[in-house]
């Protein structure tokens, strides 16, 4: 029996960031994950939604506190200060209780490996090593002095340099090989030498595959296409490792926060707005977003956000309240106009009011239109002169739909969860209840 009973609730949770549930299926039919595969058969295997925005650090931060952005107060990797300075917001930004904080006042032990959103590391009941967007492994990173010698002794990373992927393929699957089996080993290590109770670890690999080398996946002979093959094998092994180390009263539990398709486009929607003439900017892109001219009405940050520039939210405001309403109803009916060069087709398919998107206290903060692309649109931000649609490295790309949960018999209250934000909520309640 690889499921568990006991009266003693442990968990084990393996976060596959960016894993589609279609992609996994396609994997275990081809015989490429069996552990994973037996796995589901045992238990419950299912499509979930991630969020939106749809980026690492926002799912992950929806997981930990089973909230959504307008509660918690974060809506991308970066966001813009009034002044429209750029900041790269962290933990100390999240404006919700953690589940590692929750369980641990309730005298829980925690291990978290990796999970984005948790930089700089807080003080836990137990270990807690920050994962994507810390910029480095020190002191900060992690829960305690006592863990930063426990990771170099292990030779731990904590992410590769997606820098590296836009140089060579070669050095990036050389680096990915290096990290992801040091990131495994490492977790094997402390899930046989720490006390806990919530065992979490993390897994960006997956994503990185996603935006480097998905492509390679329809090219199964390839040299590429076989280490990509090879690779969610590495993955599927393991699973089984971990597998085999579950004591009878250890269950587990296996998501991803949101999937992935094929890029056909990357959408530069800041070009849009200025060629729609909602935005004007010197072509200066180091000052990034200090670029922007006085009159602008709207700017995009990654990924699919607008932002209407209006006199409350920035210094260079100039979008009534009197007005807002208006032209955020022009900006959207526009949007939908926005099509494939080639086919015609539409790029977006959703485009809302952060009211139809998110609520809380946070809401002001809010993207005023969210956009969820069709699939092969990635609707990114630069500004400066160049092509509204563009073709680069990345030929992979995320998606709102088609992320993963799997769990056990004893799981079967987390086994309910539609979306990442519900999976962690479920599982607190099922600690905590």
Request: glycine share 8%; net charge negative.
């Amino acid at each position: 029996m690889i499921f568990g009973f006991g009266r003693k609730r442990k968990v084990f949770g393996i976060g596959l960031d960016g894993f589609p549930h279609s992609l996994a299926r396609r994997l275990m039919d081809g015989g490429h994950m069996p552990n994973l595969q037996r796995l589901a058969r045992e238990g419950s295997f299912k499509r979930i939604n991630s969020v939106y925005p749809t980026v690492s650090n926002v799912a992950w931060a929806s997981f930990q506190t089973g909230l959504g952005p307008g509660e918690f107060g974060i809506f991308g990797f970066v966001e813009l200060r009034p002044d429209l300075d750029i900041y790269i917001p962290n933990a100390t930004d999240l404006k919700g209780e953690t589940i590692w904080q929750r369980l641990g006042a309730r005298g829980k032990k925690v291990v978290a490996l990796s999970v984005p959103m948790t930089y700089p590391a807080p003080r836990v009941n137990g270990l807690l090593v920050s994962g994507f967007l810390a910029p480095r492994l020190d002191e900060k990173a992690v829960s305690s002095p006592e863990v930063l010698r426990k990771l170099r002794w292990t030779m731990y990373e904590i992410d590769v340099d997606p820098a590296v992927a836009h140089r060579s393929l070669d050095e990036f699957q050389e680096e990915l090989t290096r990290v992801s089996t040091r990131r495994r080993q490492t977790a094997l290590e402390l899930m046989d030498s720490e006390d806990w109770d919530l065992f979490f670890v993390h897994v960006m690999d997956t994503d990185r595959m996603g935006h480097f080398m998905w492509k390679f996946q329809h090219e199964p002979q390839s040299p590429r296409g076989k280490y990509f093959f090879d690779f969610f094998g590495k993955i599927d092994e393991f699973i089984g490792q971990v597998v085999e180390r579950l004591d009878k009263g250890t269950q587990l539990l296996i998501l991803s926060d949101h999937g992935f398709c094929d890029l056909k486009w990357e959408v530069q929607l800041n070009r849009w707005l200025r060629a729609e003439g909602y935005l004007d900017y010197e072509n200066d892109p180091e000052r990034m977003f200090k670029a922007v001219k006085p009159g602008s009405r709207a700017v995009a940050l990654v990924p699919g956000r607008i932002y209407l520039l209006t006199r409350r939210r920035c210094e260079i405001g100039s979008v009534s309240e009197m007005d807002y309403e208006s032209l955020r109803a022009e900006i959207m009916e526009r949007l939908k106009e926005l099509k494939d060069p080639d086919t015609g087709e539409p790029v977006c398919n959703r485009i809302m009011t952060r009211e139809e998107v998110f609520d809380g206290p946070y809401l002001s903060r809010a993207p005023d239109i969210a956009i969820d692309p069709r699939d092969g649109y990635d609707l990114k931000a630069k500004l400066g002169e160049g092509e509204l649609f563009e073709r680069g490295v990345l030929n992979g790309m995320h998606t709102y739909h088609d992320a993963m949960l799997l769990t056990g018999p004893a799981l079967a209250d987390v086994s309910r969860a539609t979306s990442v934000t519900e999976a962690g909520a479920l599982l607190a309640r099922h600690f905590l209840e």
